[in-house]
């Protein structure tokens, strides 16, 4: 059974339902969202028809083991305010990375949007905070570009280390993704939509 994460919305406010392998509660994945401001679930109780107790684990050093078991769970933020989205696109962002089926939250467009840049070495990692904040999945190259640099009548060319991104984020945020990359990127980002 893999893990499960659905965007629960009250009206009021959005929580993250989770379902999992009982016997295997998701502890790093609730440990990031504890990180990222969400109170996560408390791993669950195993019933008593998921307990063997014929056969011991070696792993946990229990004189009983663990049979598979549905287990759920809900995360929600311990504290609201105006930047939920963000939290919400970056604990989303990491049940991505920990290899969790995430279903798009009630009101996502389902369109993906790609976005290829090269940006400066140095402005890089805060550009790719921010898009993964707003639930963008990034993979990034490191390279290094050649410019020509002219000083008093002299022509040199130099290397300047540089990240190669590559962005697939929803339609609805590659605006603003476009927006924040294009002064920090060594040539217009190359936008690909939907696809």
Known sequence: MSTKVT???SGAHRD????????????????????????????ATPPREAIDWGTPDPRSGRSYSLRSWSA???????QHSPDDDARLAGALDAARRLGC???????????????TAVLLAHSAPSLVDGVRARGGSVRTRDISISRTVRYRGSTNEIETPAVEVEIDITERQADAV????????????QVTRPY
Request: no cysteine; net charge negative; glycine share 8%.
């Open 178 to 189: 476009v927006s924040a990359l294009a002064p920090h990127a060594t040539t217009a980002p």
């Open 7 to 9: 965007v629960v919305d």
């Open 101 to 115: 089926e995430v279903v798009d939250p009630p009101g996502a467009e389902d369109g993906l949007v790609h976005i």
């Open 72 to 78: 759920t769970g809900t995360a929600t933020l311990t």
């Open 16 to 43: 993250l339902h989770v379902l999992y392998d009982g016997s295997r509660p998701p502890l790093e994945l609730f440990s990031a969202w504890a990180e990222l401001g969400w109170l996560a679930p408390t791993p």
